[in-house]
């Protein structure tokens, strides 16, 4: 997948190194192994011989739109589609396309990342353009940046317009009003899907022995890393009532404790080997929204985490089972307090929440080649398949991603 870039010679970087299909998992998300082989998936099972019965791999009209269990798993049918154009023969007979990243987004997407990350890009005969540049270079469109969803920038009616939110609603805004808009972002009802991680099962059959004991050595209870104080789902007025009932130290502005991001690695040793349990504290409670605090923040050093931001189906669908305490299950701050007193009681129980380890493993979405890579496949699929994008008229990125009313703990019942 040859880049271009905003110079005005346009010189490559480079060609990207083509991709056979038993090579695919090479241009798929960077792979944090937890211990061997990933579940067969659904969509590994996916036939797109007949291309007049593709599957239908455009997202929801509306994000909320998602049951908690849904049959197939978008992300992995869109990868089952990269793979069936990865193949030699069927990429010479299709066109190149182009995606133009639009200006506003070059310091997130652009040429150090795109180099950095060059060897993983999937062979799905597609250039990439850092723009702008004339639309009519380009197939697709992508913006990135609250500024450029809502200008006034035309897109032609017959260009794929890509809107991607890392953010959740509550920190971001967007109207979808081209015609075809394309909606890449970590809600699973996406038409790209782009989470921040990812649980994948190994097979149910394999046997999975550990006697390794993660409580011990720890003699604190639970630590909270935040930068941000005034969140719209009050995520600190949770921990000060908790407070009331255990210890729980605070790092970072919203607390005494200091973590600068220059020191962080430091910060994260401390976590790994002081305490039994880590506040994933997401800064709003909005649908599918589960960042790095759990998957990077708690389950690479080892502590239990304490999730609220995501609805508990959504922490079911992207976390390994068994894992993680969800504010939810708990009827307040203290009696959530008096069950983590439990656990750390009982090294027996405490440990029941690593059983998950060596089961499966995680997909880390780096939002860079693996993300383009999809992206471009889709604009591919557009030429294919007789569906079009879902109208998703009058519609905006706050009311595609349900979010909670601000200073709600609870989804299913009241504060």
Excluded at 90 to 116: A, H, P
Excluded at 192 to 199: L, Q
Excluded at 325 to 333: A, C, M, R, T
Aim: one cysteine or more; aromatic letters at 12%.
């Amino acid at each position: 997948m040859p880049i271009l870039s905003n110079a005005e010679n346009r010189k490559y970087f480079g060609p990207v190194s083509s991709l056979d299909t038993k090579r695919l998992s090479a241009a798929r998300n960077s792979v944090i192994n937890a211990g061997g082989i990933a579940q067969v998936s659904h969509s590994q099972q996916l036939d797109f011989g007949n291309i007049d019965k593709l599957p239908v791999l455009w997202g929801t009209v509306n994000g909320n739109d998602l049951g908690p269990e849904p049959a197939l798993d978008r992300m992995e049918m869109l990868d089952s589609w990269i793979k069936y154009l990865s193949d030699d023969k069927r990429l010479e007979q299709i066109d190149s396309k182009t995606l133009m990243i639009y200006e506003g987004g070059v310091e997130r997407w652009g040429d150090r990342n795109l180099k950095n990350d060059k060897a993983k890009f999937c062979n799905t005969k597609c250039d990439i353009l850092i723009g702008p540049h004339d639309m009519a270079l380009a197939d697709g469109i992508l913006f990135i940046r609250d500024w450029y969803y809502n200008s006034d920038v035309h897109v032609p009616d017959h260009k794929l317009k890509i809107l991607s939110f890392l953010e959740s609603p509550r920190a971001s805004s967007g109207e979808f009003k081209h015609p075809k808009t394309v909606v890449a972002s970590y809600n699973r009802g996406s038409d790209i899907v782009i989470p921040y991680g990812k649980w994948i099962s190994k097979p149910t059959n394999v046997s999975v022995t550990e006697n390794r004991n993660y409580a011990a050595g720890k003699s604190k209870m639970a630590a909270a890393f935040t930068s941000n104080c005034a969140t719209t789902n009050d995520r600190m007025d949770y921990i000060t009532t908790l407070q009331a009932f255990i210890t729980v130290d605070v790092y970072g502005a919203c607390g005494p404790l200091k973590c600068p991001r220059s020191t962080s690695q430091t910060c994260f040793e401390k976590l790994k080997k002081d305490y039994k349990f880590y506040l994933a504290f997401e800064n709003a409670n909005c649908k599918d929204y589960i960042t790095e605090k759990l998957y990077l923040n708690a389950y690479q050093n080892d502590v239990v985490p304490v999730v609220l931001g995501g609805h508990p189906y959504d922490y079911k669908a992207m976390a390994p089972p068994h894992s993680y305490i969800h504010v939810e299950d708990f009827d307040s701050p203290e009696d959530l307090a008096n069950y983590l007193k439990v656990l750390d009681g009982n090294d027996t129980l405490y440990n029941e929440y690593f059983k998950w380890k060596n089961t499966g493993m995680f997909y880390f979405e780096p939002h860079y080649a693996s993300t383009l890579c999809r992206m471009c496949a889709m604009l591919h699929y557009a030429d294919y398949t007789k569906t079009a994008p879902p109208i998703r008229k009058n519609q905006i990125w706050s009311t595609f991603d349900k979010c909670l009313p601000n200073s709600k703990w609870y989804w299913e019942k009241e504060d």
